[in-house]
C-alpha cells in the first residue's frame, strides 16, 4: 500500500539522509511531509491530519539497516 513510499525513500535516501539524519520523516505522495526526533512523535503528530495507512514512517539513517525490520504478531486462539 506504501509501495511508492518506499521506493520514494529508497531512491532518494542518501539526501534525505544529508538534510535529516538520524530523524524519523514521514513520506506521503512521495514527499516528506514530516521530520519529528522520534518514531512515537511522528505516529502521534501525523496521524492527527492524515489517515493511517496513507503515509510511512522511515528513520533516516545510511545503509539498508535503517529499512530492514522484522515484525511479529501474536495470534490469540480461542478456548
Known sequence: MLEKEF?????????????????????????VIGVYETEIQAYEETQKKHKLGTFLIQECLPG??????TFHSRVVFGH
Open 7 to 31: 521506493k520514494y525513500y529508497l531512491a532518494h535516501q542518501e539526501q534525505l539522509v544529508k538534510q535529516y539524519k538520524g530523524k524519523f520523516i514521514i513520506i506521503k505522495n512521495q514527499e
Open 64 to 69: 539498508k539497516e535503517s529499512y530492514s525490520a
